[in-house]
């Protein structure tokens, strides 16, 4: 029998994790620890593209403005201008990495939408690939990752 253990996500399936107070990206960024550390591939003039830390397949990553907005109608056209320049290079990235047979691209904007972090938006690029939609995730709330958040890391750094 295979054992299918993902200790790490229990907190946050639970509800129980250790959050700090105030917004989640704005803490990452404030935090002195090394931007390895922190998952962070890569820092522009006005975003940051970060592994997500409770992915959906190896390689999920965000692109996160460092400027604390709502949504992108809001921000500057220098920083969306980035962000879409960040999501192309991305894009690059994780095609060359993981060979994805596609990508889910987006936004949740507001809590209704499904946004994890409401009050900091930031852009999804989650590589997909044919099959990888089982029973796991719809029935028992697991996720198969092939590999750790250290590993993609390395993966994906000498792309940025």
Known sequence: MDLLWSPWRYDYITGTSEKQP???FCNILNDSAADEEKFILHRGRFNFVILNAYPYAAGHLMI???EHLQGPDIATSESTT???DLL???????????????????????????AGVAEHYHMHILPRWVGDVNFMTAIGETRMMPETLVQTFEKLK???
């Open 64 to 66: 996160v403005p460092f």
């Open 22 to 24: 105030g917004c989640t």
């Open 82 to 84: 980035e962000m879409m």
């Open 88 to 114: 192309r290079r991305s894009i690059t990235a994780i095609e060359r990495i993981y060979s994805p047979d596609g990508m889910n691209l987006g936004m949740n904007l507001g809590k209704s939408a499904g």
């Open 158 to 160: 000498s792309e940025y």
